[in-house]
């Protein structure tokens, strides 16, 4: 007693608060979205990372030590990199907004360095010239799901997502260019959908050259509106999806190549 005494003399006293971690940063990432502070896609990212921290998400923000961070790192070390900077990142901002709005009085990460993934480093590299004109002649030429979107993707640089997510009004034909403003996102409930570009950059017009023309409309055929690539079903086609029958283009190209 005479300790919370001399905290609240000092201004120092937090007021016992049960909201947990998961309810705040769900607070902040909303607030975030309604101050038109980030985008729709930016936003699922952050729920997807959210659930990410589900066996910890439950506890309340004044009861997260060091040490309870800690040892969630410890047992999801095998996230990628890329997974675990995301986490931290928002583990980060939530525990400063915390102090902010005078829940927590000191940041529980204030002294632990970002860890590091386990997970191993895979070697990539891009294809050379002889092994671009192989994988194209094994995409016009084996029934492989997506080609079209793997060739349209080698033909002009365009990323997957940005390809999955193209329209057929997002081409001109008459000025030879390709709008490139949406691409396919996943959501936090595991959702496909479709947003801007992750950034303003990403916004472009794409100049193509008469064989790009050619190999579109005869893509498009009659359509007049609508996604260019769907699912059997109708439904967006996802990078994943994508990437799965691309490995299946390059073990056929392995075939093809080896002595």
Known sequence: MSEIEHQSKSGAYIKRNKITLFDFAESMIDEQLALNEIRISSYDRKKATLNMLKPIYDIPIQDITEDIIKKFFIENIDYSQSCIDKIYQLLSY???????????AKNPM??????????K??????????????????LKNNDILYSEAMLLSLFTGMRMGEVCALCVEDIDFSKKAINVCKT???GANNTTTVNDTKTEAGMRLLHINDDIVQFLK???????????????NGKIVTTQQVNYNYSKALETLILLTAP
């Not at 939530?94 to 927590?104: D, L, N, P």
């Not at 204030?110 to 997970?119: A, G, I, M, R």
């Not at 480093?121 to 671009?132: F, S, Y």
């Not at 005869?218 to 059997?232: E, P, R």
Request: hydrophobic share 35%; with cysteine; net charge positive.
């Open 94 to 104: 939530v525990f400063k907004c915390s102090i902010k709005k005078g829940i927590i």
């Open 121 to 138: 480093q895979v070697k990539v590299r891009g294809l050379t010239i002889d092994e671009q004109s192989k994988l194209i002649y094994v």
């Open 218 to 232: 005869n893509l498009i055929g009659d359509k007049t509106s609508g996604l260019l690539f769907t699912s059997a």
């Open 110 to 119: 204030e002294d632990l360095k970002k860890p590091k993934s386990k997970q």
């Open 184 to 186: 396919v996102t996943r």
